[in-house]
């Protein structure tokens, strides 16, 4: 029991009491269990996929299996610890690969994919195929790269500040110039949303990181206080939106002028009663080849399962290269396919969110932040950032309660595994 106990800690879960969904039974022998955290407006896009995937008569089918991405990510290790239930196939986000495999939950892809000459990074999204490589091998195929950018209101941003349209790019700076003028007739400027990615993209803007090592947090830094200091001094100076508020009903009332968000949104906001527009999230400079986008990538993986044949895996490898030639329908859900064909579509460059892989020094600025660690800082900040926002934590208190506890987290999990190990090694020695 303690074993497992441990891994699930590892992986950042609170409870132990949620198990796979569906029964444990084997999949059939010729059909795909497809675990994914897609139960939004972007599953429809997902089984539009699929079933044509499937109709083009595939030795093995898909079977899709959407749920939420918390229950989905509790239910992973119960179900791989313990033998039973386990999906063939499954999608996760980038920054929890390492931790996977760290685990030894991941199969490595390598023997699978070598059958399969155009799954190479020549055809990819480098920043997307780079996160599935771990110490030589291959643990992950990328279905895309999202980010979160800038919605602006085109209208609003012609009236105060037409000049900051010039290029791709709009700074901190301008977006104070332009809500500095709006406020003025009670229009609020930019939009107070998820803190996670704002705080990353700053914090890297700011040149901090949030490990040096890839293990020991550095996040009592100056590059961290500066980022928060940002965000907080928009608030207090009276250009977001107040807390309680919500800015995306704002920005579609025509009450706010700038909305960052995750390209994801488009799906609720094309019904909006005018052409949003859609640029780089905000940045402290206006330098592209400077530029951060925070983003993570839904990925592939297949955890390790005794009860999935080789034809099996191979099979899921190959709904993985159909779908290289066949994601335009998960672009129209609002995400940036990781394949590189959909750049020769007209239709997908039609698409807003189609710049962010347009170029190379444009994809360049996606940036996802993979520290084995994300997930304890993401808890940080989503839980205390706001409170920095409206003044109830100092911004340098901040930044030292994230460093330890971080760190405190870091060290649970590096005693937990020490004790696991203990327990496996007197297991072995008492065999002998």
Same mark, same amino acid.
């Given at each position: ?86 999906? &063939? ?51 992950? +195929? ?23 349209? &010039? ?16 406020? &003025? ?207 109830? +934590? ?39």
């Amino acid at each position: 029991m303690k074993n497992k106990v441990m891994r699930l800690l590892s992986l950042g879960v609170a409870s132990l009491s949620l198990v796979a969904c569906g029964n444990n039974e084997k999949s059939a022998p010729n059909e795909i269990t497809f675990w994914n955290p897609f139960v939004g407006p972007d599953r429809e896009n997902m089984n539009a996929m699929i079933d044509e995937y499937n109709s083009t008569d595939p030795e093995f089918t898909i079977t899709n299996v959407s749920m939420e991405e918390g229950d989905m990510y509790t239910k992973i290790p119960t179900v791989v610890n313990s033998g039973s239930g386990i999906p &063939d196939l499954n999608i996760v986000h980038a920054e929890r690969i390492v931790q996977y495999k760290d685990t030894n939950m991941l199969l490595p892809l390598d023997e699978y994919i070598s059958d399969f000459s155009e799954l190479n990074e020549n055809n990819y999204i480098s920043e997307a195929w780079n996160i599935g490589d771990i110490e030589g091998e291959r643990y992950s +195929l990328p279905l895309d790269i999202h980010t979160f950018g800038l919605y602006y209101n085109p209208d609003l941003v012609k009236k105060y500040g037409p000049e900051i349209l &010039d290029d791709n790019l709009i700074t901190y700076d301008e977006i104070r110039e332009v809500s500095e003028k709006a406020v &003025d007739d009670g229009i609020n400027g930019i939009g107070i949303t998820w803190v996670k990615p704002t705080f990353m993209s700053l914090l890297a803007q700011h040149g901090g990181k949030m490990s040096e090592d890839g293990k020991n947090p550095t996040l009592n830094t100056q590059a961290s206080i500066d980022s928060l200091q940002l965000l907080h001094d928009l608030y207090v100076d009276g250009l977001t939106n107040e807390e309680g508020t919500d800015p995306m009903q704002m920005f579609l009332n025509n009450e706010l002028v700038f909305f960052p968000e995750g390209i994801w949104m488009q799906n609720t906001m094309r019904d909006s009663e005018f052409e949003y527009g859609l640029t780089n999230f905000p940045q402290i400079t206006d330098d592209l080849s400077n530029t951060i986008n925070w983003a993570s990538s839904h990925q592939f993986v297949m955890f390790n399962n005794d009860d999935r044949s080789e034809e099996k895996a191979r099979g899921a490898i190959e709904f993985i290269d159909w779908l290289r030639d066949n994601s335009m329908e998960w672009a129209k859900a609002g995400q940036i396919p990781a394949t590189l064909n959909l750049l020769e579509e007209e239709e997908y460059l039609e698409l807003p969110h189609s710049f962010f892989a347009e170029t190379p020094e444009q994809a360049d600025t996606l940036t996802i932040f993979d520290y084995k660690y994300n997930g304890y800082v993401s808890e940080y900040i989503d839980s205390n950032v706001l409170d920095v926002i409206f003044g109830r +934590l100092s911004p340098e208190e901040a930044a030292d309660e994230m460093q330890r506890e971080v760190t405190d987290k870091i060290e649970q999990d590096s005693t937990g595994l020490q004790e696991e190990a203990e327990e496996e090694t007197e297991g072995e020695e008492s065999e002998e």
